[in-house]
């Protein structure tokens, strides 16, 4: 028995080094500290990427959202992209800071996320995608929040 134990953690092991690479990620917050406090979606796009949404092309990446969020302090936002890209990036025009979050991509990640994030009015979200050609691509949602967490 002690045998099956002692192969069963080295190939536990060995499969913990062969994915250890792939856990590694980028502290956007500190290599771009400018797109966290950036006040609109293109000043964000401009710190993380040196590019604004003019630059990018409305194709390739889906956003979801409800039409009206009962609760501003808890929208959920589905984003998917449908080439391979870098980074998938989370943005909304409506709160003091536009930057939501950042995904680091690689060749064994699925670009498709699921956050919840906080939107003080109705407003847009938009999910932009840097394409390992260099390119952004977006996709924009516009949705209703109901204030006090109401739909009226």
Known sequence: ??????????????????????????????????AWTAKSVDDALK???GKTLAD?????????????????GAVPVDMSCDVECKTFTLLQ?????SCVVVFEQNDMTVPKNSVKI????????YAVAEGKDGKLYFGKKTLEVALGGCEG
Do not use: C, I, W
């Not at 990018?56 to 609760?71: F, G, I, L, Q």
């Open 1 to 34: 028995m002690q045998r099956r134990n002692f192969l069963t953690l080295g190939a536990v092991a060995a499969a913990s080094a062969a994915l250890a690479p792939a856990l590694q990620a980028t502290d956007f917050r500190q290599t771009k500290p400018d």
């Open 47 to 49: 710190a993380l990427y």
């Open 56 to 72: 990018a092309t409305e194709a390739h990446v889906t956003v979801k959202t409800p039409d009206v969020a009962s609760n501003g």
């Open 93 to 97: 025009d409506v709160n003091p800071e």
């Open 118 to 125: 906080k939107m003080k009015k109705s407003g847009s979200v």
